[in-house]
Every structure is written in structure tokens, then in C-alpha cells.
């Protein structure tokens, strides 16, 4: 598919109709281009390690400032599930 744009923008815009590879346009100028896929895979990687990283920070934060409390369960949560499921079963709620 990026092929094809390429083939129409070089064909299209001005300027660029005498374009070597009009089909590696697209990649040529908007991307990393042909032929870098280790730094492509280097700066996968590297986004990868900074997203992990991420993570264990913000699991840190939440041990060390107790935040963790908020994401357990509410003693109320079962009693409200049970009426979800009852209402997805299609059990009317009693009205009063």
C-alpha cells in the first residue's frame, strides 16, 4: 500500500517525476527506509525497555504509597456483580 501512494505521489507531485524508486518513496522519507531494520529494532527494543520500566516505577509508587488498597475488591463489588449478572440475564429488578 505504501508502495502504491509513492507511485502516485511521484507521479502526481511536481518535481518528482524523475524519482529513482517511486515505489520507496514512502519509505525514504517517511520512515526509517529500507535496509535499517536493526535500528528499527534497536528503537523498539529501547521504547520497550523504557515502557517496562515505566511500569515497575509506577508499581513502586503504588506499594510505597498504599495506593495499592484502591485496586482490591470492595465488599460491596459482590453483591453488585450478582445484580449485573441477574440483569444481563434478564431478570427484572423488583421496583419499590
Known sequence: MAADIGIWICAHVPGLHHYNSPPDWIYNHMSLGP?????????????????MLNGI?????????????????????????????????GFPFATR
Open 57 to 89: 516505577v509506577y508499581v513502586a509508587g503504588l506499594v510505597r504509597g498504599g495506593g495499592w488498597r484502591s485496586l482490591l475488591p470492595r465488599r460491596s463489588d459482590l453483591l453488585d456483580a450478582l445484580r449485573m449478572f441477574r440483569y444481563y440475564l
Open 35 to 51: 535496509g535499517l531494520l536493526a535500528l528499527a529494532l534497536r528503537l523498539h527494543w529501547l521504547c520497550a525497555y523504557l515502557f
